[in-house]
């Protein structure tokens, strides 16, 4: 028991978010670097590199330079077990970071400090601001020309609307790039080397106080004296520090660095493993559920089908809330009401998947699904049968009525499309009474539908035509009595199902969602599927 309250009491489980090219890659390496978890930086993803990388599993995140999935890797460090979840960096992958989020305790944002908030860094935030969970700012490229500081502060205040705390605080940038300041030990930390290695290794430091000789030496007069003023200047300006307003993601702590030549790295990532903590206990349909309850619960974010082509897998990501997982035993899956082995149970070390025996809450494990599990589902303790709460889903934006163009194609067609639904990467309806002859899909980002093309057409085999539908608006219909006989609505006003058969609207535009409420005084409309 002892060994199982410490397990989970060292756990620490995080998501990484950025706008493209601010550099997450690059620093969750350095994590792994420091963790020992790799030899040599270079080996999560590197467009130079040969080795294959991790989150590169699709071509099209190879192309377009982004990453469409996320992957989650663990790592020891200073006797903690940290769990990193990586997100897409793209806007129109922001259900998938809201997914991801659910199964983190808190949140790392990278920023390029010369290009400060970037268009997806603020969708991709306002994901991050639904789920209440710490937020910590990592300032990136600071070895290049950056913008001013206190203008990045600003910035991510005034546009992300959250108070802002720099824990440290950077001394010159670009080759002049020297160290920070740390504001709560008032010390500098140099760091040594001018990052030639490419941050292959690990950086020296050195540690100086304020007042020590050596300070005009090592960083020039005129960085001393602009450090000294900024100093002052942060004192007397800058929020508080208050850990309760960080809990609960209203005040971020700040850190500059960069994860390219792993200056600041290391301050970052112990500071911010004191300021979080240990998985945190879940609401449930029984109340909160304890994570140091022996008793073994989790809960389902995210399905990835053909993660592996060769096996045609399919595995789902499950978040443990609470005790131990033991790959021998044998546990029960609430929504699908029956008792079930979780087989193949592995987790990411770095770059190779590694079948486990035993996790613990806060871990993430990949299982093997054959087909049974949908996001949000709770798998716990064959003596218990309560439930997580759901994960909401994201209304579709953009729809598009897709069919196969070989119809001898038809089976693969229908198989991909449910598949890739039940993944939560689409969303498909079709018109009531038919089967799939035709399918609607509603995605929450237009690159999504591009995703979708490319995996039917290398995972299934079949070909596709697509034509842009231009409703906007999704409705579903909430009567439990419905007959579609009595729906009064205007043409360009649709009627479907979801996979559920559940009826549902698709509006054009508001002015014909209110038409229909007025033509239809009965009707239960709501925004969600639940
Ligand atoms: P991402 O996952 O957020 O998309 O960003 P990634 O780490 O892939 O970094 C994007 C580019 O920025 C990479 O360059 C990377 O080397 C560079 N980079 C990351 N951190 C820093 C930093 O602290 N300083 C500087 N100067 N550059 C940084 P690339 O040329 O696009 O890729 P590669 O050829 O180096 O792999």
């Known amino acids: ?167 440290n605080w950077p001394i010159g940038c670009g080759r002049e790039f020297k160290g920070v300041y740390d504001r709560h030990k008032r010390e500098i930390i140099s760091f040594l080397g001018d990052g030639t290695a490419n941050g292959v290794r690990q950086v ?26 900024d100093v002052e200047l942060l004192d007397g300006a800058s929020y508080e520090f208050d850990m309760d307003e960080v809990r609960h993601g209203k005040l971020s702590p700040v850190f500059f660095g960069s994860a390219l030549t792993n200056f600041g790295v290391e301050p970052f990532l112990e500071d911010f493993l004191k300021m979080t903590t240990p998985p945190l206990p879940r609401g449930s349909s029984e109340g909160e559920i304890d994570p140091f309850d022996p008793g073994f619960s989790a809960f389902v974010f995210k399905i990835q089908a053909n993660m592996n082509k060769a096996h045609r897998d399919r595995v789902a990501f499950m978040r443990i809330c609470s005790g131990e997982f033991d790959k021998t035993q044998e546990y029960y899956h609430v929504q699908g009401e029956r008792k079930i082995k979780l087989s193949q149970p592995q987790q990411l070390m770095a770059q190779d998947r590694e079948i486990i025996d035993r996790a613990y809450a806060g871990d993430i494990i990949g299982v093997f699904d054959p087909g049974v599990f949908s996001i949000g589902d709770t798998i716990c303790t064959a003596n218990r049968k309560f439930e997580f709460a759901g994960i909401p889903t994201f209304a579709p934006e953009h729809f598009a009525r897709i069919r196969q163009t070989d119809t001898l194609k038809r089976k693969q067609f229908v198989k991909g499309t449910t598949q890739i639904a039940q993944e939560g990467a689409i969303q498909i309806f079709h018109e009531p009474n038919t089967g799939m002859e035709e399918v609607i899909v509603g995605v929450v980002g237009v690159l999504q539908f591009e995703v979708l093309e490319y995996r039917l057409k290398n995972e299934y085999g079949v070909d596709i035509r697509r034509d842009g539908l231009s409703y906007q608006y999704i409705r579903w219909i909430e009567n439990e009595e419905f007959d579609p006989k009595q729906l009064d609505i205007s043409s360009d006003t649709k009627l479907v199902q979801d996979f559920k058969d559940r009826y549902l609207l698709l509006f054009t535009d508001e002015w014909n969602i209110r038409w229909a409420q007025e033509h239809n005084k009965w009707l239960e409309l709501s925004e969600f599927g639940r």
């Open 204 to 229: 020296e430091k050195v540690e100086l106080s304020m007042s020590d000789a050596r300070l005009g030496e090592l960083l020039g007069e005129s960085l001393r004296e602009t450090l000294v003023d």
């Open 1 to 167: 028991m002892a060994d199982i309250r410490n397990e989970i009491e060292r756990r620490r489980t995080f998501a990484i978010i950025s706008h493209p090219d601010a550099g997450k890659t690059t620093l969750t390496e350095k994590f792994l670097l420091y963790g020992g978890a790799i030899q040599l930086a270079g080996a999560v993803k590197g467009k130079k590199n040969a080795r294959h990388a991790v989150s590169d599993w699709m071509e099209i995140e190879k192309q377009r330079g982004i990453s469409v999935t996320s992957s989650v890797m663990q790592f020891n460090y200073e006797g903690y077990c940290i769990n990193i979840l990586d997100t897409p960096g793209h806007q129109d992958f922001s259900e998938d970071t809201y997914r991801t989020l659910m199964a983190a305790d808190s949140a790392v944002m990278v920023i390029d400090a010369a290009k400060g908030v970037e268009a997806q860094t603020r969708k991709l935030f306002k994901v991050c601001l639904l789920r209440d969970i710490p937020i910590f700012t990592f300032v990136n490229k600071m070895d290049r020309e950056a913008r001013n500081p206190f203008d990045l502060m600003e910035q991510i205040e005034q546009e992300l609307g959250i108070r802002t705390y720099p824990v």
